[in-house]
């Protein structure tokens, strides 16, 4: 099975104390040990990789880099997708929905991935099946 993977997911993997922590764990191991392909985008790393260091440091950084990093597929943003992301954004003219998962929409549709990995609700309104 193939699954795109989002920051949301990853932060809640990496920090103990995110209210998700424990769902999040417990969905990786099981689609890890279901042989699921895990996809993501070089945003959702970046961003993933920001919000840990700032808030877990970098020993937490490094656990992410050295550990998660590898088992995913990394998609690279390119100038397509991010002026299409930009120009959703913009369209749809809501303040909450993020660039990043302009990008992470946009990237599911181009790799016909139905299924992702988060805890952000956009996912869903966006017709995308949310797991857990």
């Given amino acids: 099975m193939n699954i795109f993977i989002d920051t949301s997911a990853l932060f809640a993997l990496m920090d103990s104390g995110d209210k998700f922590h424990k769902e999040s764990s417990n969905t ?20 993933t990789i920001v ?3 700032n808030r877990l440091g970098l ?8 550990n998660i990093v590898p088992v995913i597929n990394i998609h690279w943003v390119d100038e397509r997708v991010h002026n299409i992301a930009i ?5 749809a003219c809501r303040k909450s929905m993020s660039f990043v998962d302009c990008t992470s929409f946009e990237l599911m549709r181009l790799l016909g991935l139905e299924e992702v990995f988060a805890f952000d ?3 869903k309104e966006q017709g995308f099946k949310l797991l857990p």
Avoid: G
Wanted: no cysteine.
């Fill in 28 to 47: 990786f191991i099981k689609l890890a040990n279901n042989r699921s392909v895990f996809h993501s985008s070089n945003y959702i790393i970046i961003e």
């Fill in 121 to 123: 609700r956009h996912f």
């Fill in 87 to 91: 120009n959703s954004l913009l369209i």
């Fill in 59 to 66: 020993d937490a950084l490094r656990i992410f880099q050295n």
């Fill in 51 to 53: 919000l840990v260091q």
